[in-house]
Nanobody
Framework: QVQVVESGGGLVQTGGSLRLSCVAS????????MGWYRRGPGQQRELVAT???????NYADSVKGRFTISRDNVKNTAYLQMNDLKPEDTAVYSC???????????????WGQGTLVTVSP
């Protein structure tokens, strides 16, 4: 069993900052690409940012220059530093982790429950 747990969400004013964390645990042989996704009110889930095990990053155009994704491979943790937050960033942010199962050696993925980020005007 593998799970990811997000933390760091909350209420912040426009222009403020938050840092989200995502910790993966369980029978992981190797942790590959990790990513953050979000679903705003009445919207579909969208990609925010991804990072490969080697550190290659990819961002949605709407967050480039404001958000930074990083990871600690020793701690199996990914981070999302969010600066200059805007009301349109309000959403549930979920972490996705792609991994190789330590028992079956299958390549799988797992989603977290999500953490709510609310940006007030």
């Amino acid at each position: 069993q593998v799970q990811v747990v997000e933390s760091g969400g909350g209420l912040v004013q426009t222009g403020g900052s938050l840092r989200l964390s995502c910790v993966a645990s369980g029978r992981i042989s190797s942790l590959n690409t990790m990513g953050w996704y979000r679903r705003g009110p009445g919207q579909q889930r969208e990609l925010v940012a991804t990072i490969t095990r080697g550190g290659r990053t990819n961002y949605a155009d709407s967050v480039k220059g404001r958000f930074t994704i990083s990871r600690d491979n020793v701690k199996n943790t990914a981070y999302l530093q969010m600066n200059d937050l805007k009301p349109e960033d309000t959403a549930v942010y979920s972490c996705n982790a792609q991994y190789k199962d330590a028992i079956t050696y299958h390549y799988l993925e797992v989603w977290g429950q999500g953490t709510l980020v609310t940006v007030s005007p």
